[in-house]
Each structure stands twice: as structure tokens, then as C-alpha cells.
């Protein structure tokens, strides 16, 4: 029988992706979107053919419309409200989008026994120095007076959540009774990513192809490690499928550190680009006092690796090459 999936925030860069996976699948795929920083035009190629958008927040379709879940099994969970740039524009929305709507998706989850995968985020290690960042290690936060902390603990609070009623699930009666796992990604990129909301890649990739500076925040000698996209979506569907991942949490990303100067070093170069680097300080970039809690931000892999046989098959300069073109 054809398996019925919904993800929510489908419509954005990596649920788009990951309709197209499931889609390749043979999966029948409905997908929840605000469109508030998604784009129908990232899933249009997909749409009519066992594949259906609903516009609207998730927590309100459900509600009108919670025939939609009937025969779902799978829910992955990516709607969110997500970028520096906008987080910091909007931490009061950020707040409630991510916490509200979660709530909504494993609530009506639970009635219908679907399992929802979670999209949590690197960002919960907060201000956490121990690299590389491993899922038992401690969240560390600023005090409240920091905007950027409300995306970090919305994240954090999501996963208390998702983890509560995974347990209860269980509590509930057994194998066919829904659950939950949690998926922390770090840095994803790829195609249909856009430069607007604070990501790095799109800035830097568009600021190279149009000849003007590549803007690196602070010294440049904060690391990251950027994972494709293709292999993020991989390792999505595998912690689903697996029932031994259920109510866990997983590290999802690449090992691959650079720093910032160096990628914008890579961007220039593999573009043959005659643009420059320009350094901005933090508080200039986006408000005095900002902070940038991670000089470091390295994910261990080894729980995915283990559990579900997580390789990366694209390695950064790969991606790098293939959105320049
Ligand atoms: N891209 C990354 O590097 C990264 C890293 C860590 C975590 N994540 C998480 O992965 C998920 C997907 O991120 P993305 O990069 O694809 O971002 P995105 O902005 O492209 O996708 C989010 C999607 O959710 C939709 N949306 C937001 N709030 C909604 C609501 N209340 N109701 C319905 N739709 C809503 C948006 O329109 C958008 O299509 C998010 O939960 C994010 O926190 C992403």
C-alpha cells in the first residue's frame, strides 16, 4: 500500500527536498506551508502528482482540516521560523511559531499514532565549547536579554516536547502507537537555500557571482561544517524508518570544518571571482552586543553513523561547485 507522509514546511528548502526524495519513493506526499519563508515554486514540479500543498499555518490546517492525517504514518516536522537575521528581527514570533506549532504537530500526532521526526538544530549546544558537539553534552545559554537564545531554546523546548510524548506513546500500547526523534541539523546547504534570512553559502555564493565583497562577520576565524542537503534529507528518511531511533536524539551533519574566511577563500576561488573579503564587526553586522555564541561548531556523527550507517556522499567543495554553476 502506498504510504501517506506529511511534512510540514515543505514548501521551504529542505522539506522541498525532502518531498522529492519521498516522492521518488513512491510516497504520497502532503505538505503543510505558510509560505512564509518558503516558495511554492520550490516543490511546484512536484505538485498534482501524489503530491499536494496545503497554504496555511500548521497548527491551523490541522485543526480545520485533521482529516489530512488520516492514514499518515510519517510526519516530519520542519516548519519553523529560521535564520539569524530574521530570529533577530522577530524573537517574540520566532517563539511562538516554533513552540506553538510543535506543540500542535505531536499533539495531533498522538491522536492519529503517526511518528513525527523533529528538525532541531545545532544552536541548542548553545554557547557549549565541547567539540565536537555530541547529543549527551549540555546546553549552555546567555540570559534572556540576548534575542538570539530564543531560537536555541525554542529548538530546546521542542525537543523536551517531542521527547515527553514519545514516551507517553509508549506508555500508550506498544509498537504501532507513533513516537517521536529528534534530528539536531547543522549547517545544511544546497540548492533553493536563499541568502535573505542570514544563511552564509547563498550570501557569499550570490556576492561572488555578482562581483561585489563577501561580508565575513566578526574575524573570520569562526568554524562551521556545511552538509549537503542531499545527504541531510538521507539521514531524515533513515532516523524515520528506524525504530530504534525513535525517541533519540541525533547529530545530523557534515565533520568538515572550515573557517569563514576559508569558505569565502573557496567560494572565490571556485567561482574565479574577482571579489574581495570584507570583515564587519558582529555589532555592526547586526546590533551591538550581538553575540556569536560559537567559535567552534563541529557535530560528532558517530550515534548516526552507527545507528543508521550515516555517509556523506557530497563533500563541501562538491556543493560549493555545483551552486556556483
Ligand atoms: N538550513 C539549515 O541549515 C538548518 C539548520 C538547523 C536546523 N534547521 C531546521 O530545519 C527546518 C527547515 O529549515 P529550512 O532551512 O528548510 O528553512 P526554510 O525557511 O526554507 O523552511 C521552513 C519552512 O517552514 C514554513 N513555515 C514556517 N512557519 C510555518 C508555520 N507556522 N506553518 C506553516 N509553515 C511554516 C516556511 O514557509 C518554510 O517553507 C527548520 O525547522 C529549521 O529550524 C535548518
Same mark, same amino acid.
Given at each position: 500500500?502506498?504510504?501517506?507522509?506529511?511534512?510540514?514546511?515543505?514548501?521551504?528548502?529542505?522539506?522541498?527536498?525532502?518531498?522529492?526524495?519521498?516522492?521518488?519513493?513512491?510516497?504520497?506526499?502532503?505538505?503543510? /506551508? *505558510?509560505?512564509?519563508?518558503?516558495?511554492?515554486?520550490?516543490?511546484? &514540479?512536484?505538485?498534482?502528482? *501524489?503530491?499536494?500543498?496545503?497554504?496555511?499555518?500548521?497548527?491551523?490546517?490541522?485543526?480545520?482540516?485533521?482529516?489530512?492525517?488520516?492514514?499518515?504514518?510519517?510526519?516530519? &516536522?520542519?516548519?519553523?521560523?529560521?535564520?539569524?537575521?530574521?530570529?533577530?528581527?522577530?524573537?517574540?514570533?520566532?517563539?511562538?511559531?516554533?513552540?506553538?506549532?510543535?506543540?500542535?504537530?505531536?499533539?495531533?500526532?498522538? &491522536?492519529?499514532?503517526?511518528?513525527?521526526?523533529?528538525?532541531?538544530?545545532?544552536?541548542?549546544?548553545?554557547?557549549?565549547?565541547?567539540?565536537?558537539?555530541?547529543?549527551?553534552?549540555?546546553?549552555?545559554?546567555?540570559?534572556?536579554?540576548?534575542?538570539?537564545?530564543?531560537?536555541?531554546?525554542?529548538?530546546?523546548?521542542?525537543?523536551?516536547?517531542?521527547?515527553?510524548?514519545?514516551?507517553?506513546?509508549?506508555?500508550?500500547?506498544?509498537?504501532?502507537?507513533?513516537?517521536?526523534?529528534?534530528?539536531?541539523?547543522?549547517?545544511?546547504?544546497?540548492?533553493?537555500?536563499?541568502?535573505?534570512?542570514?544563511?552564509?553559502?547563498?550570501?557569499?555564493?550570490?556576492?561572488?557571482?555578482?562581483?561585489?565583497?563577501?561580508?565575513?562577520?566578526? /574575524?573570520?576565524?569562526?568554524?562551521?561544517?556545511?552538509?549537503?542537503?542531499? /545527504?541531510?534529507?538521507?539521514?531524515?528518511?533513515?532516523?524515520?524508518?528506524?525504530?530504534?531511533?525513535?525517541?533519540?536524539?541525533?547529530?545530523?551533519?557534515?565533520?568538515?570544518?572550515?573557517?569563514?574566511?576559508?569558505?569565502?577563500?573557496?567560494?572565490?576561488?571556485?567561482?574565479?571571482?574577482?571579489?574581495?573579503?570584507?570583515?564587519?564587526?558582529?555589532? /555592526?553586522?547586526?546590533?551591538?552586543? $550581538?553575540? *556569536?555564541? $560559537?567559535?567552534?561548531?563541529?557535530?560528532?556523527?558517530?550515534?548516526?553513523?552507527?545507528?543508521?550507517?550515516?555517509?556523506?556522499? $557530497?563533500? @563541501?567543495?562538491?556543493? @560549493?561547485?555545483?551552486?556556483?554553476?
Amino acid at each position: 500500500m502506498q504510504q501517506k507522509t506529511l511534512i510540514t514546511g515543505g514548501a521551504g528548502f529542505i522539506g522541498s527536498h525532502l518531498a522529492e526524495r519521498l516522492r521518488s519513493r513512491g510516497e504520497e506526499v502532503v505538505i503543510i /506551508d *505558510d509560505l512564509s519563508t518558503g516558495n511554492e515554486t520550490n516543490i511546484a &514540479h512536484l505538485l498534482g502528482n *501524489d503530491c499536494s500543498l496545503i497554504k496555511g499555518r500548521v497548527s491551523e490546517v490541522l485543526t480545520a482540516q485533521p482529516e489530512l492525517l488520516d492514514g499518515v504514518r510519517h510526519i516530519y &516536522h520542519l516548519a519553523a521560523s529560521v535564520g539569524v537575521q530574521l530570529v533577530k528581527d522577530n524573537p517574540a514570533a520566532t517563539i511562538q511559531n516554533n513552540v506553538h506549532e510543535t506543540g500542535a504537530v505531536l499533539e495531533a500526532a498522538h &491522536h492519529v499514532n503517526a511518528v513525527v521526526l523533529i528538525a532541531s538544530s545545532s544552536e541548542v549546544y548553545g554557547k557549549s565549547a565541547d567539540i565536537p558537539l555530541r547529543e549527551d553534552g549540555d546546553l549552555i545559554y546567555g540570559p534572556p536579554t540576548g534575542p538570539r537564545w530564543s531560537y536555541a531554546l525554542s529548538k530546546a523546548f521542542d525537543e523536551h516536547l517531542a521527547l515527553s510524548y514519545h514516551k507517553q506513546a509508549q506508555g500508550s500500547g506498544g509498537k504501532s502507537s507513533g513516537g517521536a526523534v529528534v534530528a539536531r541539523l547543522f549547517n545544511t546547504i544546497g540548492p533553493r537555500q536563499v541568502g535573505h534570512y542570514g544563511m552564509v553559502v547563498p550570501r557569499f555564493v550570490a556576492a561572488a557571482l555578482s562581483g561585489k565583497p563577501l561580508e565575513v562577520y566578526g /574575524d573570520g576565524q569562526q568554524t562551521r561544517a556545511f552538509c549537503d542537503v542531499r /545527504d541531510v534529507v538521507g539521514a531524515l528518511v533513515g532516523l524515520m524508518e528506524n525504530e530504534h531511533c525513535h525517541g533519540e536524539v541525533f547529530n545530523v551533519g557534515s565533520e568538515e570544518e572550515v573557517t569563514i574566511d576559508e569558505l569565502a577563500d573557496r567560494v572565490i576561488a571556485l567561482s574565479g571571482s574577482s571579489s574581495q573579503k570584507q570583515h564587519i564587526a558582529f555589532d /555592526d553586522a547586526y546590533e551591538p552586543g $550581538f553575540e *556569536d555564541p $560559537f567559535r567552534r561548531r563541529v557535530p560528532d556523527t558517530s550515534k548516526l553513523r552507527e545507528t543508521i550507517g550515516f555517509e556523506r556522499e $557530497f563533500g @563541501l567543495n562538491e556543493t @560549493l561547485k555545483e551552486l556556483i554553476a
